[in-house]
């Protein structure tokens, strides 16, 4: 009988705290699994996935059709090493390109993962109308797939703060 190797699927965008995949590691570590590491490209969807692991997207933006290879930010990929620096896990990295919950979703329907971690995002006016544009990542990934979403606070706010779902009247 062959045992398979727990996999952990964590979301990383340029610039995340790192503390997301220092987490997503530790449960990585915990199952004895490996993690993989992978950045969406919202701004484009797949034309093709190649057997080599990299894809060929296309902009969402019609004016601008010039057939791209998602690549991952080397920057990013520093980071992220620098973060698991002396880490007992495995990882490796992965560039997607389309809407971040269905490609991260199809990632670890691929790699069959034992869980997703995502981040919350960084408090502030865009980003707050940003997610209410595009909608919550992790609450698209907790609705539309089978496996467990952790997600990872990054600006906890006290019980004194009004948070943007709550009524104020």
Do not use: N
């Amino acid at each position: 009988m062959t045992r398979s190797i727990p996999t952990v699927v964590v979301g990383v965008v340029p610039g995340q705290h790192s503390r997301v995949v220092a987490e997503a590691a530790t449960f990585a570590e915990r199952f004895g699994g490996e993690l993989v590491c992978a950045s969406v490209d919202a701004s484009s969807y797949t034309l093709e996935r190649r057997p080599d692991g990299t894809v060929t997207a296309l902009p969402v933006d019609p004016d601008a059709f010039e057939e791209i290879v998602e690549e991952f930010d080397p920057g990013l990929r520093e980071a992220i090493s620098t973060t698991l620096a002396g880490r007992s896990v495995s990882w490796s990295t992965v560039a997607l390109a389309g809407p971040p919950a269905q490609e991260l979703t199809r990632l670890a329907d691929q790699v069959d993962a034992a869980m997703i971690v995502v981040g919350t995002r960084e408090s502030g006016i865009r980003a707050s109308l940003r997610e209410f544009l595009s909608g919550s990542v992790a609450v698209h990934l907790a609705h539309h797939q089978h496996r467990p979403v952790v997600v990872i606070p990054l600006a906890a706010h006290g019980e004194d703060i009004t948070l943007p779902w709550e009524d104020e009247g």
